[in-house]
């Protein structure tokens, strides 16, 4: 009784603030509440939210780009990750220094970040296309081009995260013991030996928990394609997220965008469950 | 020891949510007077009698001190003024207070939505004229018709017609007209001179455009002859210039029309095939206000902008006037209205229907409004507007008057609520046939069928 007078306060947050709109958000999604009628005048509609989000070009096309996001995230931001990773791992001068800066962009806010990556990125004036200029080739107008503007996505949200992903994996190496490296060196290994027999299997537990994380995240990428694009050119950089919002705030369609969100809660669900199964496979436990 | 802490926690909690609750009775009870005044105050027999009773007679027992609450956006940057206009009229009726916010265009519908949603929306609110057709089709907003018909003072004809029957739905007046806009085209009278072109009149067509687009054009010296933005807004303007339209008389989706694909080339070939304006995939003209930026910078000969930004080109280093608008089979113009809309949940609709009287007609208000540049009061008399003619530049100011005899409505079609949708699936297409991804008429042709699924639903 007295446990549960000290998680009153936060229970009651919990409740007010997380439990409380996810079970409204539930009924929301079966009724044809436009945000402005009042309760009463609310008609419940059944499956059609449901079947509206896999019929509806726009909807289907967001979650359609996600998948796009993801390939292109996923593989880039792992690979990067361990390399940066293990570059940090050394001990030379400075290097608190650069595992300072690798990390700075995480800690900046994706509206920030956003705004200064469209000037970057602007076809004309920018600073990417001025580099590229400088080596032959003549850039795209990234954000403008319906081609492009993914790719310009990925990117900019892949440098933004690199330091979560590499700080955290950084920790991981650091938690390998030396020893299993002076064996492996007494037994004459290659440095690729080293790193497919030891460093990755050990490395394991903290690339699964990245690789759920990094999913997880992606399933909701909303900020920087707000910002940078407002989801198009021609819609090519709309996200499901980024629909959720229109539908529900632009379009006054509150229960649709209620039905997205628990269509992408199951994606992300079911992803994460099929992670948590092929963890059993791959990821090895030192102790 | 933990039981005891715990159950004076608990003792802790109970206080803190009875002073909570005592709070809020406190503020039920404070706040009861002025809700329980208002129905007698409705109730009195005519409003319009005590709307006339000056102000110094000893305040009678109807005239309780209300508050009203009132949101805008066009204010934002005009907040002086918008509190002189206030002062003023708190100044003639001693009663009423008026509680104004203002929010910047950009958070405004999401701010607006939210707080009907919630249904603690402000007694007056702004809205453009979309906004206005979706909220009376929800059903928000206070039919004026009846406050008016009994109000013996008022007479419509102080606004112009056009304006205030733009806040007409169905029949029932459900606003009221505040202020206009439109979009007229741009001139830089230097370029012109100094390539001893003929300025434009209302006379000119697409062509006389094109052929004095092509002598201005100046790729050298980044001089762009003509120049509108490829976008939704744009389109249903241009498309409306060649006949054409996004719904026919019925309120049938027309996008593929041979009216509109003419259009949409016209408006794509000026820059790709004429190459008088900007090339499409020129990203300097994507970012925001570089349109008004280039002109500033003299390198824009023509140009449609609102005239909203009059102001901006006050000291702009060479002549520049306004013009109408070259068309193709017709002429055509945006035309933009701003309201004041009183929420149907109103408490205080006689102070409401003061206030909305006074701030969109008053010339005290109305004045001012004027004397700051704060867009064009929807008021008839010419007088009254002629302060703001003799604000120079441009020196042709009675165009913007005159585009009005051409204006054409944002389409809102016969289903007002889908509106953000239909633009978006328009804006789309547009997008497409910009990049040259497809044809316009097949552009066309898919934006026609989104906008036809939109409508079956």
């Known amino acids: 009784m007295a446990a549960f007078v000290f998680l009153l306060p936060a229970l009651l947050g919990l409740i007010a603030f997380q439990l409380l709109p996810m079970v409204s958000s539930i009924f929301i999604s079966f009724s044809d509440w436009d945000l402005l009628s009042k309760w009463t005048q609310i008609h419940f509609i059944g499956w059609d939210n449901y079947a509206e989000v896999f019929n509806n070009e726009k909807s289907y096309t967001s979650i359609k780009n996600v998948f796009i996001f993801l390939v292109g995230y996923m593989p880039i931001i792992t690979m990067l990750g361990i390399f940066f990773a293990v570059v940090l791992n050394r001990n030379i001068r400075g290097i608190k220094f650069y595992r300072a800066a690798v990390f700075v962009p995480v800690i900046t806010s994706w509206v920030a970040v956003s ?50 992903v590499s700080i955290i994996l950084l920790a991981g190496l650091q938690d390998i013991s030396e020893d299993y490296y002076e064996a492996a060196n007494l037994d004459g290994a290659s440095a690729w030996n080293k790193l497919w027999r030891i460093t990755i299997p050990l490395l394991s537990p903290t690339l699964f928990f990245i690789i759920t994380i990094s999913l997880i995240n992606s399933f909701q990428v909303f900020d920087q394609v707000l910002i940078m694009t407002n989801g198009g050119p021609a819609g090519a950089t709309s996200t499901i997220v980024e629909q959720v919002y229109r539908n529900a705030f632009q379009f006054n369609k509150m229960g649709f965008a209620a039905a997205q969100s628990w269509v992408l809660f199951v994606i992300i669900f079911s992803v994460t469950m099929v992670m948590q199964w092929l963890q059993r496979r791959w990821v090895v436990y030192e102790r | 020891m933990l039981k005891k802490s715990g159950v004076f926690l608990l003792i802790a909690i109970m206080v803190i949510i009875s002073a909570c609750g005592s709070n809020k009775g406190n503020n039920a009870e404070s706040s009861a007077p002025a809700s329980s005044a208002s129905p007698s105050e409705s109730a009195s027999p005519s409003p319009s009698e005590s709307a006339s009773e000056s102000p110094s007679d000893s305040p009678s027992p109807s005239k309780e001190p209300v508050t009203i609450k009132f949101l805008t956006y066009t204010a934002n940057g005009q907040e002086e003024t918008l509190k002189a206009m206030v002062e003023a009229f708190q100044a003639k009726n001693p009663d009423v207070t008026v509680d104004y916010e203002v929010v910047p265009y950009a958070d405004y519908d999401t701010k607006l939505t939210t707080l009907l949603a919630s249904g603690s929306e402000p007694d007056i609110y702004e809205v453009g004229y979309e906004n206005f057709r979706k909220y009376a089709a929800k059903d928000l907003l206070l039919d004026l018709s009846p406050i008016i018909a009994a109000d013996t003072t008022f007479n419509p004809g102080i606004y112009k017609k056009l304006a205030y029957d733009a806040f007409n739905y169905n ?268 044809s316009v008429q097949k552009a066309l042709d898919s934006a026609q069928k989104s906008v036809e699924d939109l409508l079956s639903k």
Do not use: C
């Open chain 2, 171 to 438: 029949g029932k007046q459900m606003g009221v007209t505040e202020s206009f806009s439109d979009v007229v085209l741009y001139y830089n009278k230097d370029l012109f001179d100094a390539k001893g072109v003929k300025y434009p009149d209302a006379s000119w067509t697409w062509k006389e455009e094109l052929e004095a687009a092509k002598k201005l054009t100046d790729p050298k010296a980044g001089v762009w002859g003509t120049y509108a933005p490829i976008q939704f807004y744009e389109f249903y303007k241009t498309i409306t210039q060649n006949g054409g339209g996004v719904f026919d008389a019925n309120g049938k989706p027309t996008l593929n029309s041979k009216a509109n694909v003419d259009a949409l080339q016209w408006m794509i070939d000026k820059a790709s095939k004429y190459k008088v304006s900007p090339a499409l995939n020129d990203d300097t003209f994507n970012q925001p206000d570089a349109d008004l930026n280039a002109f500033v910078a003299g390198k824009i000969a023509m140009v449609r902008f609102g005239i909203w930004n009059f102001g901006r080109f006050k000291d702009a280093p060479f002549k520049w006037d306004i013009a109408l608008e070259p068309g193709n089979t017709q002429k055509a113009h945006h035309f933009f209205a701003d309201g004041l809309v009183a929420s149907k949940n109103t408490k205080q609709s006689e102070a409401v229907w003061r206030f909305l009287k006074f701030f969109t007609s008053d010339p005290d208000s109305v004045s001012k409004r004027i004397a700051a540049g704060w867009s064009v009061p929807a008021v008839a008399d010419d007088a009254v507007l002629d302060a703001y003619y003799k604000q120079t530049p441009p020196e042709s100011k009675k165009i913007v008057i005159e585009a009005l005899d051409s204006l054409v409505l944002p389409p809102v079609g016969p289903k007002p609520e889908k509106w953000g949708e239909l633009q978006s699936a328009v804006t789309e297409q547009l997008d497409k046939a910009k990049l040259g991804r497809v």
């Open chain 1, 115 to 164: 705004i200064v990556w469209r000037w970057l990125l602007n076809g004309q004036s920018g600073m990417i296309n001025y580099l590229l200029s400088l080596v032959g080739i003549q850039g795209p107008i990234w954000l403008q081009d319906d081609h492009w503007a993914m790719v310009a996505i990925i990117a900019v949200t892949i440098w933004k995260d690199i330091g979560f």
